[in-house]
């Protein structure tokens, strides 16, 4: 917890306390906290349809606890990567929950408001109306820039000795892959591209895009997408501590939502509902932060 001293203020014949505790949450604490508070909860959905993957769940859980709790150096950098490192992954676990969970996909139900919203599906017709290789190319580029938006800036914070902005976007980030995951888990859309054949002109990036997918993308994780909303709660957090990086992330948020269309791999409702989660999300966790005294890094 932080807290900020203000002089003593005389009010009338009461002297007020010296020091107002204004407490701000340790957003490294919190982070490990909803991870572990994640582990338990999909752990005990799959204890009994994957008993092993609930035990690793467990074995999380105690790393958590331990990177909590031991003031070690060893244990606070194991605290400090933990949930940027863990989070991703979980994301292949979705279909397993969705399993153990038994939910159905509501495909039908997002179709419908993408239909009001637009009038028709983008992911069938944008790539009609921007046939051009080069093109889908970029975009299908730009989707894949995803992953490293992912590690690249949180980590540039870390080895600048960003401590406090360093956890503060891996709160952010932790945070939103959490919420998307409850959210497949419970409501899980398959997405456009395994309910239609996508018209994107071919090329080595698509196709690298497509081997990437087919190996460890996850049936049921459409909607909100966690593509876009990771991607955007990372520029938010980023103009906040890094605004060169923050204007580099906005670019690639706008090529991942676009190509995440224009492959097929995501309705347009997708895209909208995680740029609302990362921003939401993003926002919140800035402004529960305490203010900086210094000036952020470019």
């Known amino acids: 917890m932080i807290s900020i001293d203000t002089p003593a203020e005389v009010v009338g014949d009461v002297v007020l306390p010296s020091t107002a505790d204004v407490s701000f949450p340790d957003p490294r604490t919190v982070a490990l906290a909803c991870l572990g508070v994640y582990l338990v909860a999909s752990g005990f959905t799959m204890v009994i349809s994957h008993p092993w993957l609930a035990v690793a769940h467990a074995a999380g859980v105690v790393v958590a606890v331990w990177a909590l709790l031991d003031r070690r150096p060893v244990a606070r950098t194991v605290g400090d990567f933990l949930p940027l490192f863990v989070a991703p992954m979980l994301y292949g676990e979705v279909p397993l929950l969705i399993g153990a969970l ?4 509501h495909d039908v139900r997002v179709q419908s408001w993408e239909l009001a919203i637009f009038g028709q599906h983008p992911s069938r017709v944008l790539a009609t109306f921007m046939p051009n290789p080069a093109w889908s190319e970029l975009l299908h580029m730009g989707y894949l820039a995803y992953y490293p938006a992912i590690f690249v800036p949180p980590l540039l ?32 859309v398959e997405g456009p591209r395994y309910l239609w054949t996508p018209n994107a002109p071919d090329g080595p990036i698509r196709r690298l ?41 906005a670019l690639v948020a ?18 909208i509902a ?23 890094s470019g």
């Open 102 to 105: 038994g939910s159905s996909y």
């Open 157 to 188: 914070l870390y080895a600048r000795g960003e401590r406090r902005g360093y956890a503060q976007t891996v709160l952010a980030l932790t945070v939103a892959y959490l919420a998307c995951w409850v959210i497949f888990a419970v409501a899980p």
């Open 209 to 249: 895009t497509l081997a990437l997918l087919a190996a460890g993308s996850s049936r049921g994780a459409a909607f909100p997408s966690s593509h876009m909303a990771i991607s955007v709660v990372q520029t938010v957090l980023a103009f906040r501590w890094q605004p060169k990086m923050g204007a580099i992330l």
């Open 254 to 271: 706008v090529l991942v939502g676009l190509g995440a269309v224009y492959g097929g791999f995501h309705y347009g409702v997708d895209i």
């Open 274 to 296: 995680g740029a609302v989660l990362g921003v939401g999300v993003g926002l919140a966790v800035v402004k529960a932060g305490p203010p900086v005294a210094s000036q952020p």
